[in-house]
């Protein structure tokens, strides 16, 4: 009888660590760069700040009507019964009146516009009687309604965004409202991306009937597409230990991360492996997880270094589960994306041996009650890209997780609009 060497088939294969290990390890020993640079809001969208930032004046900076109406002094409000009163004049936002009101009288008011000093209530248009130049009201009203009062949003000196904001474009209207016109935010992460293999063809080459075309690269490069990003595309390496090691360093010196697809596993052509372990800086794991059981994690002199696998649904997944908090830690960010994890009812019955985490491909929706359902896209082989572009979320089942059964609940991660 042969004796079997350990492969991806098993599940308690010797040296594999879980999930949880090796983000733990990457987080650890991924450095937060220190570099800024100074920006005009317009260009802030997606970046980082650097600094907290503080409110200059209150917001508002004056009490202000939050409606059409009137403003009334307090004796008016504190009578019982119908009264009538005078419509003294006009505020307009921006313009202010510019006189006194006494007893008997009221203020025109619109939205925004400035309440004078000794007043403190607004009553809705819609809620007087207007009579020519008087209004009439009733006691159905309280004092304070109405009005947005100094400072309510925001206080001289509160800290509105803090350090480490990936910024939104709220955030950057709310910026442009307190008058700051730049910014200071991390520098962008210079990343190379490279595919390995000579079964990997290039866009426009003529491909032999065994190879196929890079899709990797340009998932990647779709993924990594973003504000606070700088693309350096090393394109296809060949198949040779030292021009993949060359590469790797002379790249190295210049960008903050490279990540790599193909190679790390522990076939005999898996040449990425081969020229890394010479580096003692890099190392190869095998992780309880369907798809993605071989990566690569490290160091190439200053550049962290992800050495993810050549499948391309294996890609995409650890691009996911493991790229992506590494690119928030290298970047600072502190409030940044949201993937949350939350259970939904299965469709239908889903494979899954217990003793790994799979993470498979599925579609979320909601049901005519709004309770969240989701099936699977079907054949979830770790090459079946075409599962990636069906779905908007990954399933994700647990370690110790065994088959699943139609109408139990399981884990989803929503990922539409991220990737």
């Known amino acids: 009888m042969i004796k079997k060497q350990p492969s991806c088939d098993d599940i308690y294969e010797a040296g594999l660590i879980s999930v949880e290990q090796a983000l733990a390890h990457i987080l650890k020993a991924t450095q937060t760069i220190e570099d800024y640079q100074q920006i005009a809001i317009e260009q802030g969208k997606g970046r980082c700040l650097k600094e907290a930032i503080q409110a200059g004046f209150n917001v508002p900076s004056h009490n202000n009507s939050a409606v059409d109406g009137y403003a009334v002094l307090d004796e008016a409000i504190l009578k019982q019964g119908k009264i009538k009163l005078r419509i003294a004049g006009k505020s307009f936002a921006g313009k202010p009146y510019q006189g006194e009101i006494v ?212 890609v995409m997944v650890t691009f996911y589960q493991f790229v992506i908090p590494a690119l928030e830690k290298m970047l600072g960010i502190t409030e940044g994306l949201i993937r949350p994890i939350f259970k939904a009812r299965a469709l239908e019955n889903i494979r899954k041996r217990a003793g790994r985490t799979e993470v498979q491909r599925g579609i979320l929706a909601q049901d005519s009650q709004g309770s969240w359902t989701v099936k699977t896209t079907g054949k979830q082989g770790s090459g079946v890209l075409y599962s990636m572009s069906l779905a908007n979320a990954f399933i994700i089942l647990e370690h110790e997780r065994g088959n699943v059964s139609a109408e139990e609940y399981v884990n989803v991660q929503a990922f539409s609009g991220v990737f």
């Open 103 to 314: 007893t008997g009288e009221c203020l025109r008011i619109m939205t925004g516009a400035v309440l004078p000093e000794k007043m403190r209530t607004v009553i809705m248009q819609e809620h007087v009687h207007v009579e020519g130049d008087f209004i009439q009201i009733d006691a159905s009203h309280q004092l304070g309604q109405n009005v947005r009062l100094i400072g309510e949003d925001l206080g001289a000196g509160e800290i509105v965004l803090k350090a480490g904001k990936q910024l939104t474009p709220p955030d950057i209207g709310l910026l442009a409202s307190l008058g700051i016109a730049e910014i200071k935010v991390k520098r962008k992460l210079r990343i190379a991306i490279a595919s390995s293999g000579d079964e990997v063809f290039a866009l426009g080459e003529l491909r032999s009937s065994t190879g196929l075309y890079d899709s990797n690269r340009y998932s990647l490069l779709a993924a990594l597409t973003r504000a606070d990003i700088e693309i350096i595309d090393l394109g296809i390496i060949a198949d040779d230990p030292e021009c993949l090691l060359n590469t790797f360093q002379e790249v190295a010196e210049s960008v903050d991360l490279i990540i790599s697809t193909g190679g790390v596993s522990v076939g005999d052509a898996d040449y990425t492996k081969m020229a890394l372990q010479e580096t003692g800086a890099v190392d190869f794991w095998k992780i309880a997880i369907k798809p993605g059981r071989p990566l690569a994690f490290g160091y190439i002199k200053k550049a962290a270094f992800f050495g993810l696998p050549g499948n391309p649904v294996a």
